[in-house]
């Protein structure tokens, strides 16, 4: 579920920037303002993260899509070690298959330069401010994550902020570092170009970023108002992360109801 969902991303995140920036397609010529097709990238790619979130499969393995997602779930005490090392490979397995699925079936449109299999790098201004904006987005999304899935008044929209974020944050923060939060998705798009510069960023800062965020979290409210790994847990689905903890507090219990 978890490398189908990515996986699906990644067809979509290939198919649209195909559309919107090969330069011999109809939408490029009509839309010539860089910013204006970013933002119609960030809202589909929103869309696309929200479908996926909300699907049956996303609502069953929590949506985490991310293996930065997961280590900081691990890390809250939330996943298992076992099941955090499934979820990471096979978040890397969904990522490189999207992108390769997609290279056949696009062909040379997709290895063209300006989409280039959808690879994040480093923008114009260098690997310092790349690094240092993947840090910040990546520790923003898990923030509006623990916020909103741990207040029980706003826990089914989760998935919604979500999305919400990765469009703002493809519109706007892309030029900086590609916008990736996510060491799966990088890698996944980096393998099929045989080759990305600065993929480091993208192993390192997510990760960081979304552990510092935690950290921020539980300080303020405690580790106790960590209720699950799920992205949207008001659903009917069996939560494997919930059964796997004997500890369930009164405020999990309201959050699943």
């Known amino acids: 579920m978890e490398a189908a969902g990515l996986g ?9 920037a195909t559309i919107l920036e090969f330069p011999g397609s109809r939408a490029r010529l009509v839309l010539p303002d860089p910013m204006v097709r970013r933002a119609l990238m960030g809202l589909m790619m929103g869309l696309t993260a929200t479908v996926l979130i909300y699907s049956r499969w996303g609502m069953r393995s929590g949506a985490h899509f991310n293996p930065a997602v997961t280590l900081t779930f691990w890390r809250l005490g939330r996943v298992a070690p076992v099941d955090a090392a499934f979820y990471a490979l096979a978040q890397f397995a969904g990522a490189y298959a999207g992108v390769a699925l997609m290279a056949v079936v696009l062909g040379p449109p997709l290895a063209n ?24 987005i990546s520790g923003g999304l898990m923030l509006a994550v623990l916020l909103f899935s741990n207040t029980p008044r706003l826990a089914r929209l989760t998935g919604v902020a979500a999305a919400t974020l990765v469009e703002l944050y493809i519109g706007f923060e892309a030029p900086l570092s590609g916008m990736s939060m996510n060491p799966a998705r990088s890698a996944g798009s980096a393998w099929a170009a045989h080759g990305a510069p600065g993929q480091w960023i993208y192993f390192v800062a997510p990760p960081l970023g979304m552990l510092l965020a935690a950290e921020l979290y539980v300080r303020a409210r405690g580790a106790e108002h960590v209720f699950c790994a799920k992205l949207h847990h008001d659903n009917p689905t069996r939560c494997i992360f919930c059964e796997s903890r004997r500890d369930s507090s009164p405020e999990e219990r309201h959050v699943q109801s």
């Open 8 to 16: 699906l991303f990644m067809v979509a995140a290939c198919s649209f």
């Open 113 to 136: 330069p300006p989409v280039r299999f959808v690879v994040t790098a480093p923008g114009g201004h260098g690997t310092l401010v790349a690094f240092v904006a993947e840090l910040a």
